[in-house]
């Protein structure tokens, strides 16, 4: 599935450095080196969201290398993955990596800025994982993204993420430097992003809403998605 229409050129400029050759340094240069030495934020800690909430049927936006869903424990020996980036090359890596472990992913091409191109709306478990600080925009925009997450979740499903926040995190001189690189590459846009603000733009969306601070980012666990009632609100249950 592809949906592209109506996506700004800052999110075009901003995923197209997920080359092909990119990614296949990105488990070493932006996990490892860029998580766990300069933001301060261990890939094993996030991994440990997906561990703690996954579910049979989840939806991973922003996918990467896909290397939280190769490394992650899910609850069924056949789950059901779903896929959304706007990046096509990190659907490829990610969709090829999975089925070395026996899950045939589906793919959708689209923005988390708009209404998620799915066609199956009661997933148990979405995560969006080191992406928020790569969407264009303030918290009053990014915001929507969130919006988009409930409608898409069961009403006892569950939402978790990590992203890296400007302000409301411990910063080091090393982590403003490459802040500092990224947003010059038009990589981040997170300049306004700060604790409290992502705190309430959860809120507006979830009604159970964790957040903790490791570093320079800020990890999320949420709950209870407030959307209003709508034509299709059965089928989500």
């Known amino acids: 599935m ?3 229409a109506g996506i700004s050129q800052a999110e075009r400029d901003g995923a197209k450095v997920y080359s092909p050759r990119m990614l296949a340094v990105y488990d070493v240069r932006v996990l490892w080196f860029n998580c766990g030495l300069i933001w301060r934020c261990s890939p094993r800690r996030t991994l440990d969201l997906y561990n703690r909430n996954m ?3 989840h939806l991973d936006i922003g ?6 869903l190769c490394h992650a424990r899910y609850p069924a020996t056949s789950p059901a993955v779903t896929l959304v980036d706007l990046n096509r090359p990190s659907l490829e890596v990610t ?7 026996g899950i045939d992913p589906v793919t959708a091409v689209g923005s988390v800025l708009q209404p998620l191109p799915v066609d199956r709306r009661r997933f148990g478990s979405v995560s969006a994982t080191w992406l928020m600080h790569c ?3 303030g918290w009053d925009t990014k915001g929507a993204a969130f919006r988009h997450i409930a409608d898409v979740m069961a009403d006892d499903g569950v939402h978790f993420g990590a992203t890296v926040l400007n302000t409301g995190v411990s910063h080091t001189p090393f982590s403003r430097a490459e802040m500092k690189r990224l947003r010059a590459h038009g990589i981040y846009h997170n300049d306004a992003d700060d604790l409290d603000g992502l705190v309430a733009a959860l809120e507006q969306a979830f ?3 964790q957040v903790h601070t490791r570093g320079s980012a800020a990890l999320w666990t ?3 998605p407030r959307r209003a009632p709508g034509p299709d609100a059965a089928e989500r249950r």
């Open 2 to 4: 592809d949906s592209t």
């Open 55 to 57: 579910s049979a049927d």
């Open 63 to 68: 996918t990467g290398s896909g290397w939280h």
């Open 95 to 101: 969709s090829r990596r999975l089925r070395r472990r």
């Open 135 to 137: 969407v264009p925009g």
């Open 207 to 209: 009604e159970s809403v």
């Open 222 to 224: 949420v709950r209870g």
